[in-house]
């Protein structure tokens, strides 16, 4: 069954608020294999030009992937998980995300367009602090194999 066309330009506001801290930054750099002195000490992110630890700027992957199942879970959409595959992911970012930050996003939905039997559900989360101020838009399409797929 197609994705609804009528979820285009739908926004889902906050869900949750994530606390970023230097352990999870530090983890998160461990992780992907960036020795990066920024992301794990407070001196050297200072000499930077950083108030303290900043995040590799794929971290924003936490919070995004988080807020995308606000959307997944919405029965009205009928998106059935088990058939979706992850398409493409990109961040612009407006400043590094800091140890600190108390993170929100608000999650869009940009498109929905059916090619070959599937569905491409585009989705913009701006990511920003508790404070309203904008760090980063990640985009993402999810596509929705077709059912003869």
């Known amino acids: 069954m197609p994705l609804d066309q009528a979820f285009v330009g739908r926004s889902y506001p906050p869900a949750f608020t994530y606390e970023v801290g230097r352990e999870k930054i530090r983890e998160f750099a461990d992780a992907i294999g960036d020795p990066n002195p920024v992301y794990r000490d407070p001196d050297a992110a200072r000499a930077a030009g950083h108030k303290d630890v900043i995040a590799p700027p794929t971290f924003a992957i936490i919070v995004s992937l988080k807020a995308n199942d606000v959307l997944v879970e919405d029965p009205e959409l009928g ?6 595959v992850h ?3 990109s961040f612009t970012h407006h400043r590094p995300i ?6 929100e996003v608000v999650l869009h939905v940009d498109a929905i367009t059916s090619r070959m039997g599937n569905d491409m559900l585009s989705i913009r989360a701006e990511v920003g602090t508790d404070q309203g101020e ?3 838009t990640g985009r993402c399409t999810l596509v929705v194999r077709g059912e003869d797929a």
């Open 134 to 136: 904008s760090l980063t």
């Open 87 to 89: 398409g493409e992911q």
């Open 98 to 103: 800091t140890a600190g930050d108390r993170l």
């Open 79 to 84: 998106l059935d998980y088990t058939r979706v």
